[in-house]
């Protein structure tokens, strides 16, 4: 029981008050307690001891007192009744029968306590199966008693004289009432031991809880840890591509673009490491370097966003109605949802001669547009007559829309992505907020 308690200590955390208020309630066992809950079998020894102590004491008081002999089935039933009392606890009904056998009906043990091994053995039916099944027991062995009393009343008047008028009465009251004490006792430490055994159960199943939590927790951490390397990684990849390759057409008919290409495309890196850093910093313990204390970027980023793609070669249209959001979360959504349609169509959508981004805050949503015309109704990518086909989008190939479903499914939005009738490719996202926008339209055109 011991060992039940402390796993409960273990267990329970201080966030479920409940639990830590039936704790408390559990007083700490002392270390005798604590010694005797560790080692039940020096219970069961220590009680049939005492009470067989107790026992030949009152039977040598009498013998001294009153010239009284012991006789040979007094010693055995003493005997018998000792040892029955050492498996209590292993077999609580049988050593009842036993004690009741040898104290009541093969011989009345009226001269010596014995007779009140019956409400120990009733004690351990109580606590240890049941108050119910030991009530039951208390009321049968209470019947034996009574009926062997009667049955042997001949023989102990004339071994002991007749009984006055109150004698069997008083004797019968007294039995009765150790039986009732000992079904009482035995229901208290029934009790107690299944209020252990409820609140053990129930702080197993909170610890179990709380793993399944930290579980749960762990699997979204590294969902959105892989969401961000993936948007990071693709999107910065594809404008060094992007940027690599123009920079090698470029490198012969004019020097300075190329320039201008190459100086891009180490910001991009740099730009990419720094924001890997910031994402795997929660991994790790530089916490408090300076790349993890950037702030997330946001809504008012995706300018410099768009600005990266159009070195990269992509004819950007950048529109934007309406406020920010309060929330810094919705505001990195919407940039990386842009960032990840951009990426596609600087890698699928080839020879477009036109990208439209449009982010419109709403009263009750921010509306994020993105689409391109470098694809036919088909799905089929139109190519420049200068590049070589490329190959045709893919609905929901890879993570990158997996990913922005994702982002807009924790706001209770949606995301709409599919060729156009006219030709092209268009992502639609909708995520709801409460931000309502009355900035003017504003507009930067490739």
Do not use: C
């Not at 079998?41 to 009470?51: A, G, K």
Request: aromatic share 4%; hydrophobic share 45%.
């Amino acid at each position: 029981m011991a060992e039940r308690a402390r796993t409960i200590g273990r267990a329970t955390s201080p966030a479920d008050g409940r639990a830590v208020s039936d704790l408390s309630a559990v007083p700490a066992p002392g270390p005798l307690r604590r010694v005797f809950a560790a080692r039940p079998w020096l219970v069961d020894i220590s009680v049939s001891l005492v009470f067989t102590t107790i026992v030949v004491a009152t039977l040598v008081s009498d013998v001294i007192a009153e010239g009284t002999t012991v006789t040979p089935w007094q010693v055995a039933s003493i005997g018998g009744t000792a040892i029955a009392l050492l498996f209590r606890r292993r077999a609580p009904i049988t050593v009842l029968v036993v004690v009741v056998v040898l104290t009541t009906v093969l011989g009345f043990s009226a001269e010596s306590n014995l007779v009140l091994a019956v409400p120990i053995a009733l004690y351990a039916v109580a606590a240890f199966r049941s108050p119910l099944v030991g009530w039951i027991a208390a009321a049968i062995a209470f019947a034996v008693t009574v009926a062997s009393l009667f049955l042997w009343l001949p023989i102990l008047s004339d071994r002991l004289g007749a009984p006055q008028a109150f004698d069997i009465p008083i004797v019968l009251l007294t039995i009765a009432m150790a039986d009732v004490v000992g079904v009482l006792l035995g229901t208290n430490t029934w009790q107690r031991t299944e209020r252990v055994r409820v609140l053990t159960e129930r702080a197993e199943h909170l610890a179990r809880e709380r793993d399944s939590r930290a579980r749960f927790a762990a699997l979204a951490e590294r969902s959105r840890i892989a969401r961000e390397m993936h948007d990071v990684v693709a999107h910065s990849l594809s404008v060094m591509i992007a940027l690599a390759d123009g920079a090698s057409a470029s490198m012969e008919r004019d020097p300075a673009s190329a320039r201008r290409a190459l100086d891009r495309l180490s910001d991009t890196g740099r730009d990419a490491l720094r924001d890997m850093r910031q994402v795997l910093s929660v991994l790790g313990d530089d916490s408090d370097e300076p790349e993890s204390l950037r702030p997330a970027p946001g809504r008012e980023d995706v300018a410099e966003l768009v600005d990266r793609f159009r070195d990269a070669g992509l004819p950007v249209r950048y529109t934007v109605r309406g406020a920010s959001t309060p929330d810094p979360q919705v505001d990195l959504a919407v940039y990386r949802i842009v960032q990840e349609a951009l990426t596609n169509a600087l890698r699928y959508a080839a020879g477009a001669r036109h990208v439209e981004v449009e982010v419109d805050a709403r009263a009750d949503a921010t509306v994020v547009t993105v689409a391109d015309d470098g694809g036919r109704a088909d799905g089929t990518v139109a190519a420049a007559p200068s590049e070589p086909p490329r190959k045709p989008q893919q609905v929901g190939a890879g993570r990158g829309l997996i990913g922005m479903r994702e982002r807009a499914a924790v706001f209770g939005g949606t995301i709409e992505a599919g060729p156009l009738a006219t030709g092209g490719w268009r992502v639609r996202a909708e995520l709801p907020n409460a931000t309502s926008g009355t900035a003017e339209p504003r507009s930067t055109d490739g």
